[in-house]
């Protein structure tokens, strides 16, 4: 009785809020009357891109060279396929880093929108819930920020998000025995491979993680670039003993499946 109260109270101040303080979509301008998605309006929301089957089994990124076979759920790309020392077993996306989600995305790490951990959680949770079985994981261990960076921002956007998907895990519990234990760059701002790699390169380690040992954990990423970041993250859970690492991101930065099959011309 006194939540619906509080909650209806709640509706109606931000109807008010609203009214008073408009706000529009990030990305089309249009007025916003509700903040379910955060930032955006309803269609913008909708229409950005979500990761579809069939998408490799080991990297996550969209496959079309598993088209109609898109019931396989092991079916790792060429790419996969060389690859033989992964820390992780499998990456998940669920969506394109591209429109809505990615303005969300940057909105959320950059600009101290906490609130988009609502909207990307939800986005994460359908894939989830559709794509994993998750009832397979013992932790929920999101990509840890330094201590530094976490005391500027006030917060972990993964771990925000890790939170917030806890609930569709029966078993999963949240971890954050992994450290950033010295600061980085932003991946995404560094310009090569080389240098991306020296960035992230023993940054991360396990604190007090006897827990986790033969355990199996989900590792919860906002946007994965190069994977260079959730790999030395993997590496160190796997000193740790961890069974086994899977790895979820809100977005992944890959090409669209249609510009995969048919390329832009130059
Ligand atoms: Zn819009
Ligand atoms: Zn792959």
Redesign the pocket.
Known sequence: MGTSYASFLGDWVLTLKNLLLPIFCKKCGLRLLTEENGFFCPTCWELSPRIQRPF??????P?PGAVGFATQRNF??A??RAEKRLPYRRIYGAAYYEDAVAEAIKLFKFNDKSRLAGPLGRLMAEFASRELECDEYDYLTPVPLHRVRRRARGYNQSELLARGLLPIFPRAQLDDSLQRIRPTRVQSRLKTEAARRANVRGAFAVANGNHLRGKCVLLIDDVITTARTVSECARALRDAKVAAVDVFAAALAVPRFSDVLHPAAP
């Open positions: 490799c089994t080991v990297c996550g990124k496959h790792p790309c790419d996969c």
